[in-house]
């Protein structure tokens, strides 16, 4: 008690300087569009020699947007106000525009960069030198102009420009699990920023600033609602809020989507029946979406989930997966519509292992879908899990379009408290060899439908997003939604440099600060696999709530929610059989994945434990037992979030205090939570392993008993008045 | 030639960062606290040269917080940063301080400003002029330091200063009705600020700016939960997190209180009763205290909704009121903590008029209950209606400490979408004379304890605070958290002069701007009445949700839930006749009062059908009958908005843009709801009536089963996912 109170004093000292400082307080609410003030006075000084004059006609309201975004940010980074001009002041002048408005200059616009790239270079006009932002259409400029802002805001230069760029993927998408009531599923940032009572009379600014980041990263898609649906969402009242919200987006290039219910014919529309063959459940689909078009006439389409974890579908009339998204994508196909069709299913019949599910039940429908349906599929197996191998179904359906999800809310990775940079799960899972066209058909080759160019492609992210000032409950989890939309667009990017790129727009182009910061949140995802799930275990978590460690769960509602059908640890080993001799999941793969993850002599210790059963004593690469290795990545994942507390520490002073002070307490609290994972998990294994914790490493500070009685209260995430017991 | 062009262009840069300055966006997070530059030029130097020097000596937190708030705002007012210096500078320094520091300059503080007073005044100490603001305590300071700041803020000149000041009210509370999940009960601005789940290990700066503007206004205390409390919030996890929050208040003079459920003692503690005479409950409560106390060493105490509305209380182990809140008393008494116990109770066993029962309740234990509990009564018999007579309690227990209950939050007012400004609502209610005391015996004095200085006093207010970016929903709405704070501290204000100052602090001193809007904020509850319960209807909204018009609402869980219960409309008239030949209601006043209302000479029309059913063709002193008067009132109503919007769209360009468009968008969605308010009521009153409508105005758009057949989905303030029917 005596100890929190010393440490809340010191907190509170931090917050009044914070209050008091000339650094300014931030509360993070501008995201990566801060716009900060070029300290740079060199850097600032070519900029604006080089902006001096501007031609950059507005006739939609995308364009309009903007310009709008152009004035503001130079505006705050440079105190600048390009003025218009008709002729081009040689080196001063920027000219953006589409074929349209450049042909006046004679200036040509590549198709190569298709309907959403854009074209960024220092060039001649005539005799006239001038940065040309050019793009096929105007959300291709909107991208352009937001990545000219970002070389600004990353000081870079703009001397000799020469930037093709376009998206690799079709669809990049957020998925809101935001209830009509404001409550978020597994939301750890505040309630749903869709205030539904307000709607449609009130437009909320927020709306507009959220609609400007997606672009600024390239996110072209929201759905809004929860996939646990709500029938009500597609009724005339809540279609009437949805267009206000589409009426901002689509300035943006921003298409809305709705989460649909497979039993709204019965709920909304007073049928009998939902069964996606019935004639009349066709005809009240089909209806419905004329409906939708008329109040949103770029409306983007569904996304379902179906026969999984209690949620209606076809299978509930005996029917198929494919039967009920062709259903749906029939209804859509006339307005350009797409059904998002989730394969995120497992059986309340629990089967062998439920790694396997999902493929097996959509794998036999490998092109029977129609082309307007593609089939969302989350990163891993499992369940959005630290560290997952990639899904199977990735490579395994090639007539089928398969859209990526991952999920930047942290359901899994510590709430809104832990700092995890989540790039490197995205990419480690994109870069995975599937081996199912030969070496080199990685995951991302495989969502960008380099394997069948006629599929559409796409890439939903789970959002992170709340009404929080700062958007995302932690600072750092900004870099999330920023990573998910850079990587959305081109699934290559590397992890470093967008962390750089986000933290030089968020916080500082102070190297002294960008370096060492950039440096901890690239190791920041291996941290916490560390202090919770090292060496390929997963789904250790506490049920329900999902917050906290829960390895002694046992009796959750059904027998694949227990944490220990995922361990399987007693007093022999630990881990998941899926090999040959085991649940054989790993026949999902290609023979070469196969191969490679059944054999342990080249399975990587990352993912030993999805895949092998093995004795406590089983000797690692490293020469320690599979309990000392454990025990050692337990121990350094704790500590390696002291490093990162002591290294923030030293940049105080470098950024505004008010987002300093929030990280400090940030990481204290991911700290303790960090020793609570480890201390718990290795207590508790140690039931089984009987085996010692060597001497060097600090004592946990309360028995397992201590952690196995922990009680949390309204934890957030879940909804509702919940009183859960661990 | 191109030396015009640059000057041109040059002006209209200039022009531009006018412009931009003048419409720069603004979220309305920083209250009334915005610390605008003053912009009148002569009036800034005359501040500046003032305040060169400083002498404010801060050797507590208090203090400390005190002068960061004089920096913070003198930097955003006026560019400025007082030098510290140890010596006065003649007409040139401000001496801010206690007797302590003040007696070096042989300044003395007099008592008559007692220990939250302050005193600013411009003297001479020794032969140098200086401005010396001076108090008793380190809070009275803090309230000084906000006074003056407010005289900058206000653009009030500060030559010749002598205020004296000092509230007139003990306990000037803030009530939150904020449940542990997050969700708020009637609140209408976002979900709670406290965020549980982080506390105490992240301490959010929006505690503190909640704390500075509380304190900004003089509120010293602060019930963070719901008054249908958690048992949870006493046991130690949370009682951990609320000492983060009141550790963050006490620097800003704040006490925390909590709403506790009496059958804690079962709940949390493992009691088989919590039967107030019991010796094992009075333990556990005096234990419970001592350990708040250890936690919280100047814990405020607690509020008790007991055996009302299905909450337990004494009556369920058939003990009084007295006993219950005299054995928490004792509990608290030892830590100088009190008890704030409601006086809103009604019966399940509906009495012929719930009007009565909170009178007859308690008046008989007027003088039991032990020194530190206060009755908080609400401003009038019902439930916070548009307008209300007041509560028959006060005065009637010249022997018990009563404390004023306002709703903040427009539960009945429109929610967060209505402009409405409480404060004449407050007035109009504490200028009552309640004749207990001879005339001149208003509702003021009696909650300032004119009648019996010994009693301790006290108002709250019930919160309209969320997380919502600008706090309140309505960027209007924090003009009744501010109003509030203004009236606890001095209940005599007027409405006027608080409603000028918070529109200079908060948006522009631009008379053009505050005259015209002043206006309508008086006006504005007025025309909520209009629009909603004309004449001394009440209680006729929707059911459960209270959104919208019910004035049909008649099978609702209990009788006296029921719109018709109150209005008691047929075809022979409405009205509920609360004179001798009804309820006698009246009699629960004073001789005067009674014989004032009782007369339909003297009843004023606010309150005619409060206390009279008349008939339909009754003669109203405007020469109407009641029929036309009511429907006259419903539509001046409504008009009264379309009226403020277009005042509003004349302060375009005076403002922010942001909270420009923000009220324009709001006063759209008020006419809006006016409008169905007034047609559906005009309507339903019509089918008893029979009477027509004149033509002179607009025909309804809809049909009166149109109006009750609307449905309301996720309507805030109800928590949870309710699915009302209207």
Redesign the interface.
Known sequence: ?AK??IK??C??AL??I???SKVY?N?G?KLWLEYNKVTNTQLAAGYRQQLKYMIFPTASDQLKASKAELLTAL?GMLTL?P?DTKNIMSGQTVIIGTPQTLKAFSISVPDSIGTEGYLIKTTLIGQKKGIVIMANTDVGVMYGVFNFLKLIQTNQSINKLNISDHPRIMYRVLDHWD????TVERGYA??SIWN???LP??????YIDYARANASVGINGSVVNNVNADA?ILSP?YLLKVQALANVFRTYGIRIYLSVKFSSPVELGGLKTADPLDPAVKKWWADKADEIYHYIPDFGGFLVKANSEGQPGPQSYGRTHADGANMLADALAPHHGIVMWRAFVYDNKVPDDRFKQAYNEFKPFDGKFKDNVIIQVKNGPIDFQPREPFHPLFGAMPNTPLMMEFQLTQEYLG???HLVYEAPLFAECLQSDTYTHGRGSTVARVVKGDFNRKLITGMAGVANIG???NWCGHPFAQANWYAFGRMAWSPDQSSAVIAGDWLRMTFTNDENFVSPVKSFMLQSRENTVNYMTPLGLHHIMGVSTHYGPGPWVDNAGRPDWNATYYHRADSAGIGFDRTTSGSNALSQYAPEVKANWENLQTCPDEYLLWFHRLSWTYKMRSGRSLWDELVHHYYIGADSVKQMGLTWDKMQGKIDA?RF??VK??M??QL?EATTWRDACVLYFQTFSKMPVGAAYPKPEHPLDYYKKL?F????GI????YMTN
Chains 1, 2 share one sequence.
Do not use: C
């Not at 209830?179 to 404001?182: D, E, G, I, K, Q």
């Not at 209260?713 to 957030?716: I, L, N």
């Not at 909804?719 to 919940?722: M, T």
């Open positions: 008690m929190y109170s809340y004093m907190l509170l917050l009044f914070a209050a008091i307080a509360d609410y505006d106000k003025a209830n009509l009531n404001r505040g309630s539904w009572h307000k009379g009130i437009v909320d600014q927020r009500l009242q709430f809104s408290t009404t929080d000032l008010e002070t929030e307490q940030l204290e609290v303790n009680k209260y309204y934890v957030p909804g509702g008045n919940n």
